[in-house]
């Protein structure tokens, strides 16, 4: 019986714990945001189509914060016919970037502090990271300081820092 009650508050608190991650992730998601009140951010982020997965989660910040964090993975073969300073992305051109950049991995992030129904964007930007040779993972985050990047997702089009990578690849 002590087994039977214990298997039930175990399951019980696994479950609150997991309706607490589910609500921060659903008040981002079923929220907007003022660059375009008319669609959520669920919406956008999950229907940008440049991304070739994309992911959610929370977790409890440094601070104490409650934390959702989205990742949209780049997918480059979208690029192709992308158009980057009067350039157009060829398949050519992604071909031979994604062969020189060999196994760097590029992906959109945002994170969101919730407080409640309530959330706030407090980062944007590039996730950029690879193995080296010697099999070192080396990631730089590259914030987007002047909401570019989480503007072009919400518009639809390509990435301009992924392009540049595309372009400067494709010329090695």
């Known amino acids: ?3 039977i009650i214990s298997a039930i508050i175990m399951l019980t608190v696994l479950a609150g714990l997991q309706a607490c991650t589910s609500s921060a992730i659903d008040t981002v998601k ?3 945001l ?3 009140s008319s669609r959520t951010v669920g919406q956008t982020f999950d229907s940008y189509k440049y991304f070739s997965a994309t992911s959610w989660k929370s ?3 440094n601070k104490g914060r409650e934390i959702v964090e989205f990742t949209g993975s780049v997918d480059y073969d979208k690029y192709v016919g992308a158009i980057y300073g009067g350039v157009t992305l060829s398949s050519e051109i992604v071909t031979k970037a994604k062969k020189n950049m060999e196994n760097m991995k590029m992906s959109f992030i945002a994170q969101f502090a919730v407080k409640g129904n309530r959330f706030l964007l407090i980062f944007s930007g590039i996730n950029v990271g690879g193995v080296d ?3 070192k993972l080396h990631q730089k985050k590259i914030p987007d300081t002047k909401m570019e990047t989480i503007e072009a997702v919400y518009r639809n089009v390509p990435l301009e820092l992924v392009s540049v990578m ?3 690849f494709c010329n090695k």
């Open 34 to 36: 003022v660059l375009d």
């Open 133 to 135: 040779e010697n099999g």
């Open 30 to 32: 079923d929220g907007t």
């Open 166 to 168: 595309l372009l400067n």
């Open 59 to 61: 977790f409890k910040d």
């Open 1 to 3: 019986m002590k087994k």
